[in-house]
């Protein structure tokens, strides 16, 4: 069954190719991305940026890391069923933060490196050009060898001037703004406007997704970050056309979209469809169900992932959250043996680690950089104390038999 009204119509996606052509094409985007995901271009340049010390800690710190064979020996562990969890910790807020919390998991010699990291902060292009992105993707992805490092890009960000004035042209576009400081410009939000940075960029009004789509593409081409929060449904649609031809740029789908049954998925797998890539596989890499869903629902909606044939994408579940961001006391910990005993695979995120401390919310994630480099170690021991709580629920899950993803520096042969 076709679709009975399409979901961009001609001019919106001219603007995007427009947009994508301003950086070189596909082609010229994809080799930018690969480029800089070397470990020597990316230590080349944050030495040049000033980071060269930070790396030369974090080389250092990895030296103590745990290493999962040990647990596995020590407990004679067996993996003998099918369901696979894959860790994943939020809360990565940059370089200073990151270098923190290596230093504690280094310094316990117990707590395994999660295989995924999520950093809600904003993509300022002081973030994306003064080095500290770069290194924190050399310390994440190079050193601790994480599988997906997620950034997101907040549409509420402010730019420069030239980089609106450069969007506006590109795009034959204009964009609703104000100025918070001298040479800057940001969007005007309406309706979603919070002070916590409009919950991550829930509202996308009018064509503000070209906004998103071009800090994303900034980010990729100057840092080599290939994946992306994606809290929105028109910037859903947009990711999906716009890196369709991008083949290793991908997308995580936030929490906040609410995603929370298999109707409103079956509408998430419509437009992954729409714009399906050559090879069968979709921009979409991840999708993270909403926190009201039963352990029913999610192997419910794993299933028919799966059957729609549409393949690559994982389906998370937050175990615990911040405690300003939902229920007091969430855990979904038993939800997820529930879906893991089914023989569901599910990634295990932690927004928290269930413990109500200083710096553990969301607004946390919204600090001005002063700010957040002022608390960078108080932030970092936030996210050491969710990779503990990661850890020690991830032992238990292969205590009952199943295989834990973990970053590459948790093992020996990786």
């Known amino acids: 069954m076709s679709l009975h009204y399409n979901f961009l119509n001609k001019k919106e996606m001219q603007q995007m190719d427009a947009l994508k052509e301003s950086y070189g094409g596909a082609s010229e985007i994809e080799n930018s991305i690969k480029k800089l995901r070397d470990y020597k271009e990316r230590k080349e340049i944050a030495e040049e940026k000033g980071f060269g010390e930070t790396l030369y800690k974090a080389e250092t710190y990895v030296k103590s890391f745990a290493k999962i064979e040990d647990f596995i020996e020590k407990e004679n562990i067996k993996i003998t069923k099918p369901g696979i969890a894959t860790a994943q910790v939020s809360g990565w807020q940059g370089a200073p933060v990151t270098l923190r919390g290596m230093k504690r998991i280094a310094e316990d010699g117990e707590t395994l ?83 916590f940075g409009n919950l991550g960029g829930v509202e996308v009004a009018n064509n503000n ?92 909606c794993a299933r028919e992932l799966e059957e729609s044939g549409i393949s690559g994408v994982s389906l998370a579940a937050h175990l615990r959250i911040n405690p300003d961001l939902g229920l007091k006391d969430f855990d979904w910990t038993e939800n997820a043996d529930i879906v893991l005993n089914s023989g569901t695979n599910i990634t295990i995120k932690y927004e928290s680690d269930g413990t109500s401390r200083p710096m553990d919310t969301m607004e946390t994630y919204f600090l001005p950089k002063e700010e957040r480099l002022k608390n960078a170690e108080q932030i970092g021991d936030v996210i050491y104390y969710k990779s503990v709580r990661c ?24």
């Open 391 to 414: 850890t020690k629920d991830a032992k238990n899950i292969m205590r009952h038999g199943h295989k834990v993803k973990f970053a590459g520096i948790s093992y020996y042969n990786k």
């Open 209 to 300: 997704h070209l906004v998103y789509i071009d800090g994303i593409t900034r980010a990729a081409v100057n840092t080599g970050s290939d994946f992306f929060l994606n809290p929105s449904w028109s910037t859903i649609v947009a990711a999906c056309y716009y890196a369709r031809d991008i083949k290793n740029m991908s997308f995580k789908i936030s929490m906040l979209l609410a995603t929370q049954n298999a109707i409103q998925l079956r509408m998430l797998l419509n437009i992954m469809k729409e714009y399906i890539r050559d090879d069968g596989t979709t921009p979409i890499y991840e999708i993270n169900l909403g926190n009201g869903m039963s352990p029913e629902m999610f192997i419910q």
């Open 113 to 195: 490196v999660p295989a995924e990291f999520i950093s809600v902060m904003a993509l300022s292009e002081d973030y994306v050009l003064n080095g500290e992105l770069i290194t924190t993707l050399a310390m994440t992805e190079n050193i601790m060898k994480i599988e997906k490092f997620c950034n997101a890009n907040l549409i509420s960000t402010p730019l420069s001037n030239e980089a609106f004035d450069r969007l506006e042209k590109i795009c034959g576009e204009k964009f609703e703004t104000w100025e918070p400081a001298s040479g800057m410009r940001t969007l005007i939000l309406k309706n979603q406007g919070t002070p």
